[in-house]
């Protein structure tokens, strides 16, 4: 039976694990024994394949434990995380010495956990430290635990392993460790990207809605039988580009499949003469507009754009040709304006434009999507094609940098080298390859990376056995805008209103911090609580205001995800005094940044509200 004082913290903080937990209090245990080490403490052991294996020592475990505690002690730690429990003679030696280092415990058997919480009262550590416990084998569960930990401590996890694990466990342990570890660094790499572009990403999609709502939208308002059950190329820029010009020339004069250049691809086809039937583009930084500078140079007025909505607003001015939008999710803006009358089509951020294409392309109904140029690996120590330089970022890769690659396979089999962003781009592709059956990806980049998914054919194959007729429709481009402006108008006027409560909503809620400040030193609990009730109120009107909800909120996503991540730890805090402090530390830098952008976004917004109006009045005349 869980002892009384474990079970009562159990509930508070572990509910369902109690629960898990309680049914081995009404029987007997299936694969372990508790028996007495001869230094008359107990110890557990378990059955492992008709055969018997202590789990700690079974002449004298506290001795045992503190030899591997010392074989651990490290002053920089911040959260432990132990893995395999027994009696918990390790977890007590080593938190004697670390009292206020963080600590987690993972036992991969239930009836392990359930002998360790009946015989080892848990107040005996820091408990105040402790932030989880939990068991089984169950690989989602448990690595969605393990990358909560990982998040939690900003990926800094000391590891300790009961040795006995390392030989019962030991595979399944670094199996779920490398999954989480990947998901982490997936999570901190998308926590970077918005921390960069939260700000940029709105800021965009409020200066380009006037465009968006005279533009296009490709997947709304274009014939789509102009594509269906043909095949399309994505150029991008990679190395291998450069074998492939006198194929895509060929392509492009006979009209054999349409030919979509993403990225800074547009420079080298436009190098070489070849000019695609669309470029893409969806990047939402300023210098993004260098990509497309030799389009505007040039005054090149028959390459259409098709631009995301949230790309950098330079990009889009002054565009000399036809310009097509797509609404990416990462533009609330339209998605709230637009949504609701036109059930609304999006395309979902991705790591690349290549990959955005790649969804564009399958939501058109292209039967055959076709990759040229597209490494994702380095090839002769080249990141582009000729004829493409950036001032930001070399072609060639340095000695250091090599340091830092990964190898995996290319198209042919043999070992190239890759970099991080590269493989998050490679598992995009599988993705969105493998949730679309229906269309044929084929990957024609030679000594490019292999994409799952997809099935290697030289391009020039592909023009001999496939590519025989012609498909492309001349001015496809062509459509008639279907946005209702009333509509909009009405949803502008809701958030209108709601940007001028929200001023003082915010000072609302700042009040109420300032007054919790006041009383934190008085520490009258009654008035404390009170104080947190009133600011749970105005918290929630706040998240209600829809200016809140559309703008601010996006353009404070990092900020946002730290205060849910605070506020579920803040429940379970019973000091008052404690509480207070901790929620004046959590919502107040918040609600700084709200105001702040509260400030910044206003201009642009009457200036959205500006610019729609004069496109209602120009429609009634």
């Not at 499949?257 to 800074?264: D, K, P, T």
């Not at 292209?366 to 970022?393: C, D, M, P, T, W």
């Not at 005094?577 to 400030?599: D, G, H, M, N, V």
């Amino acid at each position: 039976m869980i002892l009384i004082d474990n079970r009562n913290l159990l509930r508070i903080k572990h509910r369902e694990l109690l629960q898990q937990l309680s049914i081995w209090d009404e029987k007997p245990y299936e694969s372990i024994e508790i028996d007495q080490a001869k230094t008359g403490v107990p110890t557990v052991k378990v059955e492992l394949e008709g055969k018997t294996q202590y789990i700690q020592s079974k002449y004298d475990p506290e001795r045992e434990a503190k030899r591997l505690a010392d074989k651990h002690d490290e002053e920089s730690v911040r959260h432990i995380l132990f893995i395999g429990v027994g009696m918990g003679y390790h977890i007590n030696s080593y938190l004697e010495a670390h009292v206020d280092v963080k600590f987690s415990i993972y036992e991969p058997n239930e009836e392990i956990l359930h002998a360790y919480l009946s015989n080892m009262p848990l107040d005996k550590l820091p408990i105040q430290q402790l932030q989880s416990v939990f068991t089984g084998t169950d690989e989602e569960l448990l690595t969605e635990k393990i990358q909560g930990l990982l998040a939690a401590s900003n990926n800094v996890l000391k590891i300790i392993t009961l040795p006995v694990y390392e030989n019962i466990y030991g595979e399944q342990i670094q199996l779920l460790l490398q999954r989480a570890l990947e998901s982490v660094k997936d999570r901190h790499s998308a926590l970077a990207t918005n921390a960069v572009f939260q700000k940029r990403w709105t800021i965009n999609s409020i200066k380009n809605f006037a465009t968006v709502l005279k533009t296009p939208n490709i997947l709304h308002d274009i014939d789509r039988s102009a594509f269906e059950g043909k095949p399309a190329i994505i150029v991008a820029a990679g190395p291998s580009l450069n074998e492939e010009f006198k194929n895509l020339r060929y392509i492009k004069e006979n009209g054999l499949a349409y030919i979509f250049s993403v990225g800074s691809a547009i420079n080298a086809l436009i190098e070489q003469g070849i000019y695609p039937d669309a470029a893409c583009t969806y990047d939402p930084k300023e210098r993004n507009q260098n990509v497309i500078k030799i389009i505007k140079d040039k005054n090149i007025k028959d390459i259409p754009l098709i631009f995301g909505t949230s790309v950098g607003y330079e990009t889009i001015e002054n565009y000399p040709g036809i310009l097509l939008s797509m609404v990416t999710s990462q533009d609330i803006i339209s998605s709230y304006l637009l949504g609701e009358t036109e059930n609304l089509s999006v395309i979902n951020d991705a790591p690349s434009i290549a990959v955005i294409t790649l969804q564009l392309l399958i939501k058109l109904g292209f039967s055959e999507i076709i990759l040229v140029g597209q490494n994702l690996s380095f090839r002769n120590n080249k990141r582009f094609a000729e004829g493409i330089n950036y001032r930001h970022i070399s072609n060639s890769i340095s000695e250091e940098k090599k340091k830092d690659l990964v190898p995996i396979k290319d198209v042919y089999g043999e070992i190239v080298f890759t970099e991080d962003m590269y493989i998050r781009m490679l598992d995009q592709f599988k993705l969105y390859i493998n949730a679309n059956p229906q269309t044929n990806v084929i990957n024609t980049t030679k000594g490019g990376a292999a994409i799952e998914g997809t099935e290697f054919i030289e391009l020039a194959t592909l023009i001999k056995k496939t590519l025989h007729k012609s498909v492309v429709i001349k001015n496809w481009y062509e459509g008639e805008v279907n946005s209702n402006i009333n509509h909009i108008v009405k949803k502008l006027t809701i958030l209108n209103k709601a940007h001028l409560h929200l001023d003082n909503q915010l000072k609302d809620v700042m009040e109420i911090l300032d007054r919790i400040l006041e009383n934190e030193s008085l520490n009258i609990r009654s008035k404390l609580e009170s104080l947190h009730l009133l600011l749970d109120k105005k918290v929630s009107l706040l998240s209600d205001n829809h200016y809140y909800q559309v703008i601010i909120k996006s353009m404070i996503k990092v900020q946002y995800e730290r205060l849910q991540e605070r506020v579920l730890k803040l429940k379970y805090e019973q000091n008052i005094k404690k509480k207070s402090k901790e929620i004046l530390e959590t919502f107040r830098p918040f609600i700084i940044a709200c105001k702040e952008e509260y400030q910044n976004s206003t201009p642009l917004f009457l200036e959205l509200l500006s610019n729609i109006e004069g496109m209602r009045s120009n429609e009634e005349n």
